[in-house]
């Protein structure tokens, strides 16, 4: 079933820059999946593994979460959840709604300190995972979960006002060093799930990837959208995000018909031949800017999908059938979904004609209901401007846009310094924060780069105290950050280069680094040990993966910065360069880059006898 997401009107290049999706259904949430589960209630309702667990069952699972934790959290109240994908997760995800509480989905390894912040200024009324990750104090309760050792720690006491209606909150980069925690009502949520099941034909019979990462927005809706259509939600295995062939693997052999992906994992999919056998029939691909459309050979429909989690996951669609041309170019991200509206405008927030770039703002029924704090809400979620009917206000996304005479949007980057890392947004604002903490740190400034072999990398430039160690500076701020927003590598710097506006100039900054890892690389082909050729390889590669031209043969793959994104970038290009295809758990083991050679020098020499 194609997905359609009109609103399309014909093309008029005097228009302005304002669209609206077709007239959107309500949809429930929570009843949706007891229905299911008094109707059918023996269907796969999700998938880990060999272990399946029916409608029916996974419904008593949430009913005992929530007992245990009635009368201790209820309606209105946070409930973090510090879990991977799991039944647990999903158990526990259903027991907030349940009870009325507000789900905030923090992942299984938020970092101590990040999670302590969490705790102290959202001051959630519960926290669920594992006892030793979660903060100290407070109440302890067990829960009877099918995975072992997941506690409830219950911290009474005021809490943060969460908007009435609430249903879940996520957290985004914040400027402050503290993450902002936007908040998403039931309504919204519904009518996000009601196009998205009629988009994509979801039903009982199909099956779902949960595969997104649990603090990333996405993933809310991939598992809501299973379990309210009756169809199954398959966990997918660790080794899928790392692997693109394990992945596609995975699709074939779990018989996963729709997926999400994020685009730094989905590109490299699309950027070879199609496997066969797969099932798969819909593709969305969000997160971050596109830059490659499905070949010929695709069999699935593939959808750029676009939204801030200020506008509940998805706003706009791109839709590419399978087996059509779809040009070179990066893909547009398209139309409006049901019930959104989408205005380009000029800095005075008036819409400007379609052609012209400006800031896109988003209303209509998939707005969220603001940030949990209301300073920080009126200053983003302002009034509809003139002219726009069907929502009172709008989302001020910070996203420099076109609108085409047809309707469609095209995304043309950032109007401030916000970038997206590995398709999660992140502020360097708060990236800088987590250094300044440390006492020997002056200053801290923070900026992004295009990698060699695409995609982008934070770099911090640090003014301390004499002394300073950048590796010992880096592991101090890995507590307070998401992965995605840890620095490939630290630079020094005694002074900051300023540009006429008397503001760093961080475009200076980043050619220095440039010019200064041209300085210091190592000669591909003279290493002082007398590396093989394979090994030079994998240096030159890892070098432009984690941006350290230091790197030497006895150096860890992971120690020295890399994270899954590079890991699934080094496994492409080692398959490109030598026909050799690794998993990554296995290479991810090597102690160091020389073992990683030496292991495909073995599967090379292997494949010639």
Not at 123 to 136: F, I, M, N, Q, S
Not at 303 to 314: D, I, K, L, Q, S
Not at 468 to 491: I, K, N
Request: charged share 25%.
């Amino acid at each position: 079933m194609m997905m359609e997401n009109l609103g399309t009107q014909a093309p008029d290049a005097g228009a302005p820059s304002i669209a609206y999706g077709r007239p959107h259904r309500d949809g429930a949430v929570l009843d949706l999946f007891t229905g299911w589960a008094h109707r059918t209630p023996d269907a796969p309702a999700l998938i880990d593994g060999e272990r399946v667990y029916g409608y029916a069952e996974l419904d008593r699972l949430a009913d005992t979460v929530a007992e245990a934790l009635r009368g201790r959290v209820g309606p209105g109240d946070l409930l973090g959840v510090c879990l991977g994908h799991s039944v647990a997760l999903v158990a526990v995800t259903l027991a907030a709604a349940k009870l009325g509480a507000v789900h905030l989905p923090l992942g299984p390894r938020p970092g101590e300190q990040r999670l302590r912040a969490v705790a102290e200024q959202l001051r959630p009324a519960c926290l669920v995972g594992e006892p030793d990750l979660l903060p100290p104090g407070g109440e302890r309760l067990p829960l009877d979960l099918p995975t072992a050792g997941v506690v409830a720690a219950l911290t009474p006491g005021e809490q943060v006002r969460v908007p009435v209606g609430t249903h879940y909150a996520v957290l985004t980069s914040g400027s402050t060093g503290t993450p902002k925690a936007v908040a998403v009502t039931e309504p919204a949520l519904g009518a996000l799930l009601q196009w998205y099941r009629g988009a994509t034909g979801l039903g009982p019979g199909e099956r779902h990837s949960l595969l997104i990462g649990v603090a990333f927005d996405p993933h809310v809706q991939e598992l809501w959208a299973a379990l309210t259509s009756g169809a199954a939600l398959v966990v997918a295995p660790e080794a899928v995000r790392w692997d693109t062939g394990a992945l596609t693997d995975w699709w074939r052999e779990a018989g996963v018909t729709v997926s999400i992906l994020p685009t730094p994992l989905a590109e490299p999919v699309l950027g070879r031949p199609w496997p066969a056998g797969l099932v798969l029939r819909h593709l969305v691909i969000g997160g971050d800017r596109l830059r490659r459309a499905p070949g010929p050979d695709v069999t699935a429909t593939v959808h750029n999908a676009y939204g801030p989690a200020e506008a509940t996951v998805t706003t706009t669609t791109h839709t590419m059938a399978p087996g059509g041309d779809h040009g070179a170019g990066a893909p547009p991200i398209g139309l409006p979904i049901d019930g959104a509206v989408q205005v380009v405008t000029d800095e005075d927030g008036h819409p400007v004609p379609r052609g012209p770039a400006g800031e896109l703002r988003i209303g209509g029924r998939g707005l969220a209901a603001g940030y949990l704090d209301p300073e920080l809400t009126a200053r983003r979620f302002v009034d509809a401007p003139a002219g726009v009917v069907g929502t009172d206000r709008v989302y001020r996304t910070g996203d420099r846009v076109v609108m085409r005479p047809d309707g469609v949007l095209e995304f043309h980057g950032r109007l401030d310094d916000q970038v997206k890392v590995s398709g999660v947004r992140i502020e360097p604002a708060e990236v800088e924060a987590a250094f300044e903490r440390d006492p020997k740190v002056r200053r801290a400034v923070v900026a992004a780069e295009q990698a060699p072999t695409g995609g982008a990398r934070l770099l911090a430039f640090v003014q301390a105290e004499d002394g300073a160690d950048p590796a010992a500076l880096l592991d101090g701020v890995r507590p307070w950050l998401p992965e995605q927003a840890v620095p490939s590598t630290v630079r020094l710097v005694e002074r900051f280069p300023l540009d006429a506006n008397g503001k760093v100039d961080r475009r200076a900054l980043l050619a220095e680094a440039a010019a200064g890892r041209g300085e210091d690389a190592l000669d591909d082909d003279v290493l002082s040990d007398g590396g093989t050729p394979v090994e030079r390889t994998v240096l030159k590669l890892c070098r432009e993966l984690i941006g350290r031209a230091d790197l030497g043969p006895e150096d860890n793959f992971l120690a020295a910065g890399g994270n899954s994104l590079a890991a699934a970038r080094l496994l492409e290009a080692l398959e490109n360069e030598y026909g050799v295809r690794l998993r990554a758990p296995l290479v991810l083991r090597q102690p160091d880059l020389r073992a990683v050679a030496r292991l495909i020098e073995e599967r090379v020499a292997a494949a010639r006898v």
